[in-house]
């Protein structure tokens, strides 16, 4: 499976001068390469910005290429969780959840946005946690350090999924605003995968602040917080209804 060589040589060619204009948002792909992982199979897709110099990845399985309702995992750099497993956020275990959840369906994309700490950069971010080691919690960090709630710009991965010439998407996320933010750059979403993780004991001050601040969607019964990334855990519509306990979760891996 995967994106067939033939099929590889064109997206290249047809990147290759490749540019949206000097100020606006715009990569490049530049190489398809098989990766096999400890999580399975994938191939592995590399980005390059023209104008700010960023690289970006995708993590894919199966062809996507001109399909609809491809499950869509975006993911934001984090060197100290993805790299170091740190407890202090989830995003390792969302990003190892989505690559599980892709493998088993046989077909998806996992959007790997090089923008650390949310968007602040990854020595911000540790001053962040500094910081909250004093007190404050992470959305005050941010803003202590003068930085939004949010920095993340959802343009790049509107225009790395247009590359892919992926028609429309499910995408795997709990949080709403990310489903909103991408429709406004031109995404067509046809539904939300939930992604279910519980809550460790170091990160759990951390998703509880997301839960209050940023209008995550979690619905879990005893209302345990959940993760960093841009969503949390948990899953499921509307958030009332509780969900059957600790992750068992419709079809995400509870780990
Ligand atoms: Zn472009
Ligand atoms: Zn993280």
Redesign the pocket.
């Known amino acids: 499976m995967g994106i067939p060589p033939e099929t590889v040589d064109q997206l290249i060619r047809e990147n290759a001068e490749h540019c949206c204009g000097e100020d606006s948002i715009c990569v490049r792909l530049v190489a398809v390469a098989d990766l096999p992982t400890r999580l399975g199979e994938f191939q592995i897709v590399a980005f390059t910005s023209p104008n700010d110099g960023k690289e970006h990845a995708a993590l894919i399985r199966g062809n996507p290429i001109g399909r609809s309702s491809v499950p869509v995992r975006l993911h ?1 750099e ?1 060197l ?3 790299g170091f497993g ?1 407890l ?5 275990e969302q990003l190892e959840l989505a690559q599980k959840q892709i493998r088993e369906q046989d077909l998806g994309v996992i959007l790997y946005l090089r923008q650390e ?1 949310r968007g602040i950069g990854f020595a911000n971010k540790i001053k962040a946690y500094q910081l909250q080691e004093h007190g404050y919690d992470t959305f005050q960090a941010n803003e202590l350090l003068g930085f939004r709630p949010d920095e993340r710009d959802y343009a790049i991965a509107a225009h790395m999924l247009a590359s892919l010439h992926i028609d429309s998407i499910r995408l795997m996320s709990n949080n709403p605003d990310k489903v909103r933010d991408l429709e406004m750059h031109g995404v067509t979403i046809e539904g939300r995968i939930p992604l279910v993780i519980p809550p460790n004991p170091y990160n759990r001050r951390y998703l509880e602040a997301k839960r209050l601040k940023a209008g995550h969607l979690l619905d879990q019964p005893n209302a345990e917080p959940v993760p ?2 841009v969503d949390e855990a948990d899953g499921s519509r509307g958030g009332e209804a509780p969900v059957p306990s600790a992750g068992s979760g419709s079809s995400t891996d509870p780990r």
């Not at 202090?88 to 390792?92: A, E, K, L, S």
Request: proline residues 0%; hydrophobic residues 0%.
């Open positions: 934001s984090c100290t969780g993805d740190s202090r956020c989830d995003c390792r700490g960093e990334q």
